[in-house]
C-alpha cells in the first residue's frame, strides 16, 4: 500500500501535478502525480523531525473525490490571533462530515484547499492576546462549532443557529494537523486520566446526541426510544446517555456483533436489521406498543417504519440522512396520531460543557473503534467506507 508520509510540493507550496511516479530515498515511499511533477518540485519527508513552531504537518483535500484526494502537507504552524489559542494537536477524531468534506456535497461549496477534521485534543502551546481562561500546558478538547458570538441567538446561548455558524475543517481549517488556532472558548479542560485519543473522540457526536436527545425530543425517564444504527459515533454516544437519562433503550445494528455491543452500552435489547424487519421485531420487543422516541440519522430506509413505530404524541429527531434523502411514508399517521418530526444540528456551547461535566464524574465514557497514524488519514477514511465501525475511528498525532 502507499505510503502517505511523503508528497510532492512545489516552491510556492502547491501540490505537485501529477503522472510520473517519484521515489523517496530514505523510507521508500511511493506516490503518482497525473500529469508529472513541476521542475521545482522537491520530496519532504513529513516523518521528520521539524524545527519547532516553524512548520506543521497536516492533512489537506485540495479537490473532491476519493482517498487520494488527502494530501499530507507542509503548511506554515498558524499563530493565533486575538481570542484565539494554538493547540498541539495530539489526537483527532474523524466524523462522516470529514467524508462529506472529502468527496464534495451537490449543491455546496467547501473553501478549499481546507484542513479536514472537526475534533481534537492536545496541549495548548500558545496564547493570542486577551486570553485568560486557559494556560499554555493544559490538556484540553475541542469544541467544534463557533458561532460569531455576538448576534441575538449567540447571546441567548443558541450559537448552533447563528447564521455564520462554522465547523472546523468544514468552513476553517481543521485538527487534522499538528497544530490548530481556535477561539480560546472552544478549548475544555481534560479529565485527569482521560487519553488524547479519548478526549478527541468525544465533542462532535456527544454534542450532537446531547443535543437531540435533551433539548429536541426532551426525552422523559421511563419512555422507550429506538436508537438507529448503533455502531455510528453519535448513536454510540446516545445509547448510554438515553439510559442515563432514565429511558428503556432499543437499537439497531447491521451485524450480531454490533448488537452485542449496543447491549453492553447499555441498550435494552437490539436488532440486527440485516436479518429481519426492524419494525417488525421492535413491535414484537415493545409487546405491539410502538417507542415513544426514534433517533434516526439513517434516512429513507427506516423512516416510514419508525413512523409507524411511534405512539401517539412521539417524536422523531434526526440529524443526517445517510442512506437516503428523500422520506416517503404515510402521513397521515403524523398528524393522525400528532407526531412530530425534528431536525438537529451541533448543539450550543453550553451544552457541550454539560457533557464534559459527565466525562468529568465519569458517568459517559467514549467508544473508540481504532486509531490511525496521521500517515494513514486515508485508511482511516476507508475504515469509515467500509461501514465496519463501532464508535470513533481517531487518528494520532504524535
Not at 492536545?122 to 490538556?139: H, W
Amino acid at each position: 500500500m502507499e505510503d502517505d508520509a511523503r508528497v510532492l510540493r512545489n516552491a510556492r507550496g502547491i501540490p505537485a501535478s501529477v503522472g510520473s511516479r517519484v521515489r523517496g530515498l530514505s523510507r521508500h515511499a511511493t506516490r503518482t502525480y497525473p500529469g508529472g511533477a513541476p521542475r521545482d518540485a522537491v520530496a519532504v519527508d513529513l516523518l521528520a523531525p521539524r524545527p519547532q513552531n516553524a512548520v506543521m504537518r497536516a492533512a489537506v483535500v485540495h479537490e473532491h473525490g476519493s482517498f487520494d484526494q488527502i494530501l499530507l502537507e507542509e503548511r506554515p504552524t498558524p499563530e493565533p490571533g486575538p481570542g484565539e489559542v494554538r493547540v498541539r494537536v495530539r489526537a483527532a477524531a474523524l466524523n462522516h462530515l470529514d467524508t462529506w468534506v472529502r468527496r464534495g456535497v451537490p449543491g455546496h461549496t467547501f473553501p478549499l484547499p481546507l484542513v479536514l477534521g472537526c475534533d481534537g485534543a492536545g496541549e495548548v502551546d500558545a496564547l493570542g492576546a486577551g486570553v485568560t481562561n486557559v494556560k499554555p500546558g493544559e490538556r484540553v478538547s475541542i469544541a467544534p462549532g463557533f458561532g460569531c458570538g455576538t448576534c441575538e441567538v449567540c447571546a441567548a446561548g443558541q450559537d448552533q443557529l447563528c447564521r455564520k455558524y462554522g465547523i472546523f475543517g468544514e468552513t476553517r481549517d481543521g485538527t487534522n494537523a499538528e497544530y490548530v488556532c481556535v477561539p480560546s472558548r472552544n478549548v475544555l479542560p481534560m479529565p485527569a486520566g482521560q487519553t488524547f485519543e479519548e478526549a478527541a473522540a468525544w465533542p462532535l457526536t456527544y454534542l450532537t446526541a446531547w443535543h437531540m436527545l435533551t433539548r429536541r425530543l426532551e426525552l422523559r425517564p421511563g419512555e422507550t426510544i429506538l436508537i438507529h444504527a448503533a455502531g455510528s459515533g453519535v448513536s454510540a454516544a446516545a445509547i448510554p446517555m438515553a439510559k442515563l437519562l432514565g429511558a428503556h433503550v432499543i437499537a439497531t445494528a447491521g451485524s450480531d456483533e454490533k448488537c452485542k455491543k449496543a447491549v453492553d452500552l447499555g441498550a435494552a435489547a437490539a436488532v440486527n436489521y440485516e436479518k429481519v424487519d426492524f419494525a417488525a421485531e421492535v413491535r414484537t420487543l415493545t409487546k405491539k406498543r410502538g417507542v415513544d422516541c426514534v433517533v434516526n440519522h439513517v434516512g429513507a430506509k427506516t423512516f416510514d417504519g419508525d413512523m409507524k413505530l411511534l405512539v401517539k404524541g412521539g417524536r422523531l429527531v434526526t440529524c443526517g440522512a445517510t442512506a437516503g434523502f428523500e422520506m416517503k411514508t404515510d402521513f397521515r399517521l403524523v398528524f393522525f396520531k400528532g407526531l412530530s418530526i425534528l431536525g438537529s444540528t451541533m448543539g450550543s456551547l453550553g451544552e457541550l460543557h454539560e457533557v464534559s461535566r459527565l466525562l468529568h464524574a465519569g458517568k459517559l465514557r467514549p467508544v473508540i473503534d481504532s486509531a490511525f497514524p496521521l500517515a494513514r488519514v486515508a485508511d482511516a477514511h476507508r475504515r469509515i467506507a467500509d461501514r465496519a465501525v463501532f464508535g470513533k475511528v481517531v487518528l494520532t498525532i504524535p
